[in-house]
């Protein structure tokens, strides 16, 4: 038994103030060497002492004033010139050069990307392109049909590629080639006089009457879900019988079949069960002592979960005096491409 059944990037200006500036915003930056040294901004003249070097006429090491100082002590005079580094006072010293811009060109789209197509992914690329993505999931297929996204348009409905494909073999019980297997207290696939077609039916018994417990029978076929699959459709005939009278040690609210789609067994053993297509219940009657039709689809939730796998359609009974009757199975399915 199965349980009880089964580049971010931004523009920085940068001004580099001799060879002591700070660069603020990006990782490396290269400067001319010929910038690179303190205090050559000015057309400093001639002195006894050589070339000034941004302010002093001696020609001693250059000094920058910080911000508040005089600009350069006493200038000096060189011979018959100005006085060197400029301007009276020793002038300020030059700039070394300003530093590049910053960081990438800024990239991205120039405008919305959104194609106003509902079931499209729209995306922008670090190209500055936009990309639509169709995705089929978006859409819902009217009844019976197939529907798929197309780009430009919309979601777009279609016939099926294959419709009500029969996945079941043998469906009426009459071939015994095989293609169920029973596991359980008893046979249930045997001859029957008033079958609802040919000469068999799956015949779900009573218990014994010293029984301790309910008689358990699962008859089982294995079928393979293809991909795409958007209908699957489960149909067939069933007669419920109940005895002529209720006995209180074996109540019918113990008895039942489901008709259920269930897993292969895992490494474990268990089994995962996906959908009970219908569970009749004997203590919900009434009894249905003549045939009578049932068809079930399966809901897209379990559709999604299926496709591509093969599972088992069972049909599992626990009984006391109740018996069952089910034959003319169909387990039907459409698939989109």
């Not at 302010?55 to 010139?81: F, H, L, M, N, R």
């Not at 004997?282 to 796998?309: M, N, R």
């Amino acid at each position: 038994m199965r349980g009880s059944l089964k580049t971010w990037s931004g523009l920085v200006l940068v001004a580099a103030a001799g060879a002591c500036s700070n660069i603020i915003g990006v990782s490396e930056l290269e400067i001319d060497p010929s910038l690179d040294s303190p205090g050559e901004g000015g057309s400093g003249g001639t002195s006894s002492g050589g070339k000034s070097a941004g302010g002093k006429s001696s020609g001693g090491s250059s000094v920058i004033p910080q911000a508040g100082e005089d600009g350069g002590g006493a200038a000096g005079t060189s011979q018959g010139g100005t006085p060197a580094g400029g301007a009276p006072g020793g002038g300020d010293g030059g700039l070394s050069g300003e530093g590049g811009i910053g960081g990438e060109p800024t990239t991205g789209c120039p405008t919305d990307c959104d194609d106003e197509i509902a079931c499209t992914v729209d995306t922008c690329l670090p190209s500055g392109k936009c990309k639509h993505t169709a995705d089929d999931t978006a859409c819902s297929a009217a009844a019976g049909k197939c529907t798929s996204c197309q780009l430009g348009i919309g979601c777009v409905d279609s016939e099926p590629v294959e419709k009500d494909v029969e996945l079941l073999l043998d469906g009426n019980f009459d071939e015994q080639s095989g293609d169920w297997q029973q596991f359980g207290d008893a046979d249930a696939i045997l001859p029957d006089a008033t079958a609802q077609s040919g000469s068999h039916s799956a015949y779900f018994s009573a218990a014994p009457l010293d029984a301790e417990e309910p008689a358990f029978i699962d008859i089982t076929q294995l079928v393979y879900i293809p991909p795409g699959t958007i209908k699957l459709t489960a149909s067939g005939w069933y007669k419920m019988i109940w005895a002529p009278a209720e006995d209180v040690l074996r109540p019918r609210s113990d008895e039942y079949v489901t008709l259920t789609l269930w897993s292969l067994a895992d490494n474990d053993g268990d089994y995962t069960r996906y959908h009970d297509f219908d569970q009749w219940d004997a203590d919900q009657g009434p009894a249905q002592t003549a045939w009578k039709s049932f068809t079930y689809d399966a809901p897209k939730s379990v559709l999604s979960k299926i496709q591509d796998l093969e599972v088992t359609l069972d049909l599992v009974s626990e009984t006391w005096d109740t018996t069952y009757y089910f034959d003319t199975l169909s387990l039907k399915m459409s698939v989109c491409e």
